[in-house]
């Protein structure tokens, strides 16, 4: 049984070693691979163009076609980067948006995914005030969530002030959850950010964020 016991922990510390590298690999394959069969070609063919197709009769050449075309991906990708960081390209990006939500059946789709991604990239900690510990699903029972803002509109006109809105992210894709209107003075307040609150909901609680010396902050600060 100690044997058993011994080789189930050496399995599980394996797979949390290997899995993080595993996704990572497969969603820069995911990104990349469409491109790459694309690039890939293309600079095959500009080197015959070229009068010099012999050169990929080469050892070794077609793998460095393959590195020029993931290379120019990578470039291109970046150019696309910097013109949507001025104002002509921020125009043409509005413009090619509100073409694609225009379209029926695209703009479920890809509305879903723009905001979805908008909500959980690098930008998360200005999306989201602060991590909480907010009793749900029953008394008694905490979850880790994420205030993303005051209640407002109907539902505050509703049950009145001192109410906000908390993200309850699910394990393991924090992506999806439930939103929760609950009182500030019901919420546990913790020191940890929003990318540790979301490594730990990820991790199933293995990854615990370490603790902080405690900055209380007062729920009328809180207050709209």
Do not use: C
């Not at 070609?41 to 020029?68: C, F, K, Q, S, Y």
């Amino acid at each position: 049984m100690k044997l058993v016991g011994h080789f189930r922990r050496s399995l599980l510390t394996g797979l949390l070693i290997i899995l993080p590298l595993v996704v990572t690999v497969w969603l820069f394959s995911l990104v990349l691979r469409p491109v790459q069969r694309f690039a890939t070609p293309t600079v095959m063919a500009l080197i015959r163009g070229a009068g010099l197709g012999g050169v990929l009769d080469i050892p070794g050449a077609r793998a460095a076609a393959a590195l020029i075309g993931l290379a120019l991906t990578v470039v291109a990708i970046y150019l696309v980067g910097l013109a949507g960081s001025n104002i002509i390209g921020r125009s043409v990006v509005r413009k090619l948006d509100n073409l694609a939500l225009s379209i029926p059946l695209v703009k479920s789709i890809y509305g879903s995914a723009r905001q979805l991604i908008e909500t959980f990239s690098n930008t998360a900690e200005h999306h989201f005030e602060s991590v909480v510990l907010i009793e749900y699903p029953r008394h008694g029972a905490y979850a880790v969530g994420l205030i993303s803002a005051h209640t407002g509109g109907e539902p505050a006109a509703k049950i009145g002030k001192g109410f906000v809105n908390v993200f309850v992210p699910t394990t393991p894709n924090p992506t999806s959850g439930v939103l929760v209107i609950a009182r500030l003075d019901e919420l546990v307040y913790l020191d940890m950010g929003v990318e540790e609150a979301l490594r730990f909901v990820v991790s199933g609680g293995v990854v615990t964020p370490p603790g902080r010396s405690r900055i209380d902050v007062p729920v009328t600060a809180l207050e709209p």
